[in-house]
Every structure is written in structure tokens, then in C-alpha cells.
């Protein structure tokens, strides 16, 4: 996929105007935050957020060696 995206004054700012059809893949709307990381490839633009995916894997790492004292409390 390729698309060709146009930058736009916004205020003292530029900005880019992504289709909706790249806001739907990405799963993010107005008032969302996007994240832009550089890789060696380039840039990537995502709605993936580093910083919670690695508190979710600790929060599962704790599930699972806690399970049965989490099952337990559950009842």
C-alpha cells in the first residue's frame, strides 16, 4: 500500500491529513495519539504505545506465576 499524503499549514505548524481509511487501520480517531518511531527501514507512524505494551508483559508475567493465588481470589 501506498499513499501519497500532502503537508498542510495548521497555525504556525505543518501537518498531515491521513485518510480515513489510514485512520481505520491504525484504529485511532480524532483526539487519538500516534506514535512515530524511527527504524532502519525508516519512519513508522503506529498507535502502538511502547511504554504500555511493556507494563501489559509484566502484568501477564505476575498472571501467570500467580494464578492459583489469583484464582483463588476471583472466587
Known sequence: MANTLKLTNIGNSVG????????SKLRVEKGDSLYVIETPT?????????????????????????????RKLAK
Open 16 to 23: 498531515v491529513i491521513l485518510p480515513k481509511e489510514i485512520l
Open 42 to 70: 525508516g519512519i513508522e507512524l503506529t498507535s502502538y504505545r511502547p511504554d504500555f505494551a511493556l507494563q501489559m508483559d509484566i502484568a501477564e508475567q505476575i498472571m501467570r506465576d500467580n494464578r492459583d493465588v489469583l
